[in-house]
């Protein structure tokens, strides 16, 4: 499975960005995909996820400003983030989870601007 992400870049505080991934090769149909990022010096942490049959979760930081969706045609997901803070700077990765595997995108990199 290979993901290619998009969609980063520098926003100034108060803005929006949408991130998007799309995943090709070996894809089944029950599998799990959301976004991580990850701060230098620190560890990966969830941001959301999105199941195929579509319930949502995220993290308390993304709660009410970033919005998780997918496209099962295009085996794509998306993350919408709105009113962003300098906080929010992170290199983003798009992830796939599939019968037992994860697979990790290249990274996007959002840098908000304060």
């Known amino acids: 499975v290979q993901l290619q992400a998009s969609g980063g870049g520098l926003v100034q505080a108060g803005g929006s960005l949408r991130l998007s991934c799309t995943a090709s090769?070996?894809?089944?149909?029950?599998?799990?995909m959301g976004w991580c990022r990850q701060i230098p010096g620190k560890q990966r942490e969830l941001v959301a996820n999105i199941v195929n049959n579509g319930y949502t979760t995220y993290d308390d930081s993304a709660k009410g400003r970033f919005a998780i969706s997918r496209d099962r045609a295009k085996s794509a997901v998306y993350l919408q983030m709105n009113s962003l803070k300098p906080e929010d700077t992170a290199v983003y990765y798009c992830?796939?989870?599939?019968?037992?595997?994860?697979?990790w995108g290249q990274g996007t990199l959002v840098t908000v601007s304060s």
């Open positions: 992830k796939r989870s599939q019968r037992g595997h994860d697979y």
């Open positions: 090769g070996t894809i089944f149909g029950a599998n799990v």
